[in-house]
């Protein structure tokens, strides 16, 4: 560790704050090997220079993970980060299911399900017969002369 214990890793003021790029800088640096590369912790391969990586949080935000230096990491954005994040999400809802079904709370889908239409009244003909409009008969008009 070339830095100076005065340097305080970064920590951010919250969550949505955007990564310094001194700070992105340092993950990187950490994460060079002895020629000089910068490798992706996930697998383990050379993040070649010019590819899209990706400034993860070791431990997720969502799991209470901290926004900063030291919880920060540098993956390949494809496949790694791409792969972690989908795994993340599912194990997030594999928990949440398990902890609804320990607690008793019923987490079913069809629950939130509209009731939906009516059925309609069954039909009989092509085309529903006309209401008249007065009652009685239609006659003639008598032209008086
Ligand atoms: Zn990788």
Redesign the pocket.
Known sequence: MARSRKAQSWVAKHHDQAIPESVKRHILERQMNAAGEVI?T??G?V?RPGQVKAFDHETPLADGGEHSEANLRA??EKP?HAIKTAAEAKARTKARSQFAAVHGIKTSKSELRSAGFAPAAPQHRATAPRTPKFEGDIMARRITP
Request: hydrophobic share 25%; aromatic share 0%; with cysteine.
């Open positions: 992706c996930d697998c391969n993040i993956i390949h790694c």
